[in-house]
Antibody, heavy 119, light 110 residues
Framework: EVQLVQSGAEVKKPGESLKISCEGS????????IGWVRQMPGKGLEWMGI????????RYSPSFQGQVTISADKSIRTAYLQWSSLKASDSAMYYC????????????WGQGTMVTVSS | QSVLTQPPSVSAAPGQKVTISCSGS????????VSWYQQLPGTAPRLLVY???KRPSGIPDRFSGSKSGTSATLGITGLQTGDEADYYC???????????FGTGTKVTVL
């Protein structure tokens, strides 16, 4: 069974760093691109970026370029989304997704990780 | 800001049909496949349609997708109360080399 299991909810203060994770199982981890999707409270879905776990080729949405870093460690079948300095506006649900086909938004979803940034 | 535009809301009575439009441009919908998602409150999105019109296993044929030029449409027939949700289109933009979701549409069953 294909699964994307994300790390648990986080509560952080502005200015702190954070790295959340997404572990893939039940499939060849390096055969599919992994992406991240943000959903702010009461708002729509925003595609953030994507990584090829096989060679770490990464693409970012223009809106998120420079704001976050996407990485992956294929040895432990895990992708990451990280921030160096969180802002209150980073508070959101973050979904890890497996792109079934690169350059489409046909995706398999993780359960989501809630990030709350508050002083 | 999304490059894909959807109506904020649509509504109809049980058993009726609704259509949701998704408008883009030649660099996204015009040249790439469109997917559609349903998001029930408090849950992760569920894939309803991929490659413009195909349905994953388990998705009833009440849901249908189509594409023409730079627009795509999701149709829901035989509307049920359980269809009340937010719906999003999504596609790739070849110029920006990035994915985009539509602005989202809330479906209300009257």
């Amino acid at each position: 069974e294909v699964q994307l299991v994300q790390s648990g909810a986080e509560v952080k203060k502005p200015g702190e760093s954070l790295k959340i994770s997404c572990e893939g199982s039940g499939y060849s981890f390096t055969s599919y691109w992994i992406g991240w999707v943000r959903q702010m409270p009461g708002k729509g879905l925003e595609w953030m970026g994507i990584i090829n776990p096989g060679d770490s080729d990464t693409r970012y949405s223009p809106s998120f370029q420079g704001q976050v870093t996407i990485s992956a460690d294929k040895s432990i079948r895990t992708a990451y989304l990280q921030w160096s300095s969180l802002k209150a506006s980073d508070s959101a649900m973050y979904y890890c997704v497996r792109h079934e086909v690169f350059s489409t938004l046909e995706m398999f979803w993780g359960q989501g990780t809630m990030v709350t940034v508050s002083s | 800001q999304s490059v894909l535009t959807q109506p904020p809301s649509v509504s109809a009575a049980p058993g009726q049909k609704v259509t949701i439009s998704c408008s883009g441009s030649s660099s996204n919908i015009g040249s790439n496949f469109v997917s559609w998602y349903q998001q029930l409150p408090g849950t992760a999105p569920r894939l309803l349609v991929y490659e413009n019109y195909k349905r994953p296993s388990g998705i009833p044929d009440r849901f249908s997708g189509s594409k023409s030029g730079t627009s795509a449409t999701l149709g829901i027939t035989g509307l049920q109360t359980g269809d009340e949700a937010d719906y999003y289109c999504g596609t790739w933009d070849s110029s920006l080399s990035a994915g985009f979701f539509g602005t989202g549409t809330k479906v209300t069953v009257l």
